[in-house]
């Protein structure tokens, strides 16, 4: 029995099995690379809440007062919720700021911790 060319279909079989193999597997990383890409905005959006509040307190030459303060931002169009923790150090001039921003639908889970010292003004 003589071939004439062109493909059986037992191999049409496995060539379409590894297709659907490729496009499955390049299906997984774009969406691994959407939800990746999702979480660092969502991080940025939280750092720059964090950053915004100590900046308020600088150019405001604001001296907090020691403890706790909290409090909702809106940043990129997302809601998050904030918490300083204004501690005292060994130096009178300054004061540590502990930051955590959280989503507001999440606010049990930190996206962002930040420490940074604020020099008495």
Known sequence: MKRDGGFTLLEILVALSILAFGLAAATRAGIA??????????????????????????????????????G?????????VWQARIAPVMQQQFRRVEFEVSPANRSDTPLVRQIAYLAKP
């Open 72 to 80: 909702e931002a809106e940043m990129g169009g997302q809601r998050f």
């Open 33 to 70: 690379g959407s939800d990746g890409a999702m979480a660092l905005r969502e991080r940025q959006l939280a750092l720059w809440v964090a950053d915004n509040h100590l900046a308020l307190w600088r150019a405001s030459r604001e001296w907090p007062a020691l403890g706790q303060r909290q």
